[in-house]
Structures are given as structure tokens and as C-alpha cells.
């Protein structure tokens, strides 16, 4: 069966510090990945997706970026956090482009 | 574009009421249609699907109906449980745009108290 992993699960980082979130997903091969953002009490923001290895699709031009170095890795990352970053940070994975499966996330506080 | 409208939250029931969120949808093509949950502090979890017109959709007591007539997903359950506390999104997957990522309504929150 697929599953699907986060870390950390939750990250306190000052401003201006370096962010790495990773994503990896177990027992499936060439998933589509995606990243969404949850600010507190809001809906879902699209962030990034991966069709493939090397492939990124930017939602939302920001200070975030994302890269995926190996087939089921998934990896969001920012040179430098500033207060509005601040969320809950969701992976997910499809195969067909349907229904995707979400990781558990990751709440990043930055002060 | 494709977009998804859900009734704004939050709702608030008491134990064994009768739930209804409603949820349409904007699409180019025929789209595919699903229900997410999210527990506090989770991920979200899909709750329920339906893939073409007139399919019903069901699971853990809540059930939803593609109606393509008056493009709509809704989501009800009989009687809803302090356990059924979550938010809820509606989201579709329209095939026109090939291997594109689902468009998502902006959630319901759902409190149920005893």
C-alpha cells in the first residue's frame, strides 16, 4: 500500500532563517506531488506540483521554491522565512491526476 | 476557469441533527467530484467520490450525489456525531486540463456538540 510521509511535523524558525520541508512518498512510482500552504482558519492554497522528476509548476510566485530530486521526493524550501510564511504546510501524491492523498503536514510557526 | 463555491461556516449542530453542506461547481468538461476531510491538526482525508452524473458517492454515513442538472456535490449525513467535527472541502477534477491538481472550495467548518 502507498503511504505518504512529512517532516518535521511541526518547525518554530525565526525570520529570515532557511526553510527545508520534506515530503516522500512510499510504494507507488512516478506520483504526481503537490505542495499547499493553510494559513490558520483558511482553505487550501496550491503552492507547487510535480508532474515528474524535474518538473515544477509554480502557483504562486513567493519567496518559497520546490524541487524534486528523486521520483518520490518532493522537497519545499525559502533562503529566507519571513512572518507570512507562517501555516500548515500540506504534501500530497496522485497517480492518475484524480484523487490525491495527503501527508499528514507539517506547522511551521516563524517568530 | 473551473472553481468550486461551498457554503460559508461555520456550522454548528447539535448531536443526531441532520447535516447539509452544499457545494457547485464550474467545469469545462465532466468532472470528477470529491469530498475531503480534515481532522484538527491532520491532513485531509478523502471522505467520499463520484465520477459521472447521477453517482452517489458514500461512506462512514455521509453520502453526496453528482447532479450535473444543477451542478452540484452535496454533502449530507443523517445524524452527525461530536466526532464528525472537522472541516470539510468539495473539490473536482476536470479531465479537459489532462494532469492538473484539484480545484478546491475554501472549506466548511463543522462543529457538533453534545
Known amino acids: 500500500s502507498q503511504t505518504i510521509h512529512q517532516w518535521p511535523a511541526t518547525l518554530v524558525q525565526p525570520v529570515g532563517s532557511p526553510l527545508s520541508l520534506e515530503c516522500t512518498v512510499e510504494g507507488t512510482s512516478n506520483p504526481n506531488l503537490y505542495w499547499y500552504r493553510q494559513a490558520a482558519g483558511r482553505g487550501l492554497q496550491l503552492l507547487f506540483y510535480s508532474v515528474g522528476i524535474g518538473q515544477i509548476s509554480s502557483e504562486v510566485p513567493q519567496n518559497l521554491s520546490a524541487s524534486r530530486p528523486q521520483d518520490r521526493q518532493f522537497i519545499l524550501s525559502s533562503k529566507k522565512l519571513l512572518l507570512s510564511d507562517s501555516g500548515f504546510y500540506l504534501c500530497?501524491?496522485?497517480?492518475?491526476?484524480?484523487?490525491?492523498?495527503f501527508g499528514p503536514g507539517t506547522r511551521l510557526l516563524v517568530l | 476557469g473551473d472553481s468550486v463555491t461551498q457554503m460559508e461556516g461555520p456550522v454548528t449542530l447539535s448531536e443526531e441533527a441532520f447535516l447539509t453542506i452544499n457545494c457547485t461547481y464550474t467545469?469545462?468538461?465532466?468532472?470528477?467530484l470529491f469530498w475531503y476531510v480534515q481532522y484538527p491538526g491532520e491532513g485531509l482525508q478523502l471522505l467520499l467520490k463520484?465520477?459521472?452524473?447521477?453517482d452517489k458517492g458514500s461512506n462512514k454515513g455521509f453520502e453526496a450525489t453528482y447532479r450535473k442538472e444543477t451542478t452540484s456535490f452535496h454533502l449530507e449525513k443523517g445524524s452527525v456525531q461530536v466526532s464528525d467535527s472537522a472541516v470539510y472541502f468539495c473539490?473536482?477534477?476536470?479531465?479537459?486540463?489532462?494532469?492538473?491538481?484539484?480545484?478546491f472550495g475554501k472549506g466548511t467548518r463543522l462543529s457538533v456538540i453534545a
Open positions: 500530497a501524491w496522485s497517480v492518475t491526476g484524480e484523487t490525491q492523498y
Open positions: 463520484a465520477t459521472k452524473a447521477d
Open positions: 473539490a473536482l477534477s476536470d479531465p479537459v486540463y489532462g494532469n492538473t491538481p484539484l480545484v
Open positions: 467545469a469545462t468538461g465532466y468532472p470528477s
